[in-house]
T-cell receptor
Framework: VTLLEQNPRWRLVPRGQAVNLRCILKNSQYPWMSWYQQDLQKQLQWLFTLRSPGDKEVKSLPGADYLATRVTDTELRLQVANMSQGRTLYCTC?????????????FGEGTRLSVL | QQKVQQSPESLTVSEGAMASLNCTFSDGTSDNFRWYRQHSGKGLEVLVSIFSDGEKEEGRFTAHLNRASLHVSLHIREPQPSDSAVYLCAISNSAGNKLTFGIGTRVLVRP
């Protein structure tokens, strides 16, 4: 059973244009949602973890600027702006965040972004 | 800041032979160690998680952790061609959703 639905799965982004990504959680027992980026060299990097509706965070990394929003208990969004290099964005979910032995984050299928 | 190194970069094994992958880390205070794999063009699949020194087995996958040596390994028993993928070591402290990943080991299992 798929826990996370990411869309779009792939997008060609004109240079200078922002793109909005969505991640839908299918099982509310895994409410801790996060975004990771995987660059062209395949290095994965944590971006954000957002738990509650209304939570927002911003971050700038080499090659892109990010704005993450937890819209509802089941929807996480990511706006990617000023992207200069392609990358893949993964949404994850987990049952809890802290404490020893906490559950491994579970990954969605990812959204692949390429720069036009 | 946690640094995670994986070796070898790539590994070719014959079907049925044991595959062994290594991961070293810099921060010995971490307490969550996970192995994921990623098939080409796909998301990540968690294989095994280990939280204390010793061994943890999940099916054909066994992780060994030695925090004093800053080392965690993964052994794949009786690998099959469908196990061909990139294997990723991921480490976190008690804030478990913030994983630090190695660059991965590409494993090819030949029939």
């Amino acid at each position: 059973v798929t826990l996370l639905e990411q869309n779009p799965r792939w997008r060609l982004v004109p240079r200078g244009q922002a793109v909005n990504l969505r991640c839908i959680l299918k099982n509310s027992q895994y409410p801790w949602m996060s975004w990771y980026q995987q660059d062209l060299q395949k290095q994965l990097q944590w971006l954000f973890t957002l738990r509650s509706p209304g939570d927002k965070e911003v971050k700038s990394l080499p090659g892109a600027d990010y704005l993450a929003t937890r819209v509802t208990d089941t929807e996480l969004r990511l706006q990617v702006a000023n992207m200069s290099q392609g990358r893949t964005l993964y949404c994850t979910c987990s049952a809890r965040d802290r404490g020893p032995g906490n559950q491994a984050p579970l990954f969605g299928e990812g959204t692949r972004l390429s720069v036009l | 800041q946690q640094k995670v190194q994986q070796s070898p970069e790539s590994l070719t094994v014959s079907e049925g032979a044991m595959a062994s992958l290594n991961c070293t880390f810099s921060d010995g205070t971490s307490d969550n160690f996970r192995w994921y794999r990623q098939h080409s063009g796909k998301g990540l699949e968690v294989l095994v998680s280990i939280f204390s020194d010793g061994e943890k087995e999940e099916g054909r996958f066994t992780a060994h952790l030695n925090r004093a040596s800053l080392h965690v390994s993964l052994h794949i028993r009786e690998p099959q061609p469908s196990d061909s993928a990139v294997y990723l070591c991921a480490i976190s402290n008690s804030a478990g959703n913030k994983l630090t990943f190695g660059i991965g080991t590409r494993v090819l299992v030949r029939p």
